[in-house]
């Protein structure tokens, strides 16, 4: 074998095995918990149904790389970026992922380019310092820029941004696009944020804070302002919370069970320091006038 050819061999070689290495992988489990059939991926898959597989997830191991999963074919319907670790139950996405790819790789990412799918600025007007994310973050000190965003940009998805950790506190959606400031719940106040089904995005109804849900009696702990329909708090992270109420508008229906099911009663405008039988077990609501 001639020298130049062997040389271009192990040039080769070399080449394969870093990439090899740069690889990301990402295991399916058909159980939350990391139990059941599992499914192990190193390329991207735009419809799980050819590996039956498809609407079967409901844990997540992520060994390397950043991936994206989404709920239909190619890439579409609600998406989730998931960095590596351990994710023992999928938040609203059980037995609902139909594709998954490596974000960042050629074909991942929704939208391609560059930009992160969310990037805070810590001035107005996308202006100052900035941070990148890409997965959900339930306290932004370990990215070092809690209560400093002023301003945003949304490359792809619907992002909840909140003004406690763990998406407590005032929150609000935000869809794809450009956002010189966050309003006078946010600015300068953002610690949480978390991609969440575009169902949810943000559109007042009459105006803001209509119902206010507090997790303890007495319009006391943890509040969540809500100006629209919920089909499941879920996606909120106040299911089962709330304790007392105050309805500043309207007339608004509220159950026990998601999607407007199970027992629900009728509340018009005034204050509601306890909720009798649907204490702590409130999971949808929405206006009925």
Known sequence: MNRTLKHALVCAAILLSHAAAQAGEISLYTDVNFRGRVVVLRDASDDLSRINFNDTASSIRVSSGT???????????????????????LDGMNDKISSVREAGRDGG??????????????????RGASAPVNADRDDLVAIGFNDRANSIRVERGYWQLCSDANYN????????????????????????????DPREANRPRGG????????????????????????????MNYNDQASSIVIHEGTWEMCEGSQYNGKCEVMGPGSYPDLNSLDKSISSLRRID
């Open 67 to 89: 991936w994206e999963v989404c709920t239909d074919s190619q890439f579409n319907g609600q998406c989730r970026t998931l960095g590596p670790g351990d994710y023992s139950s």
């Open 109 to 126: 990412g929704s939208g391609g380019g560059s930009r992160p799918a969310l990037e805070l600025f810590s001035d107005r007007d996308q």
């Open 169 to 196: 506190g005032s929150c609000r959606v935000f869809g794809p696009g450009s956002y010189d400031d966050l309003g006078r719940d946010l600015n300068g106040r953002v610690s949480s944020a978390r991609l969440v």
């Open 208 to 235: 803001d804070n209509l119902v206010v849900l507090y997790a303890r009696s007495d319009m006391r702990g943890p509040g969540l302002s809500v100006n629209r329909d919920v089909r499941d708090l879920v996606s």
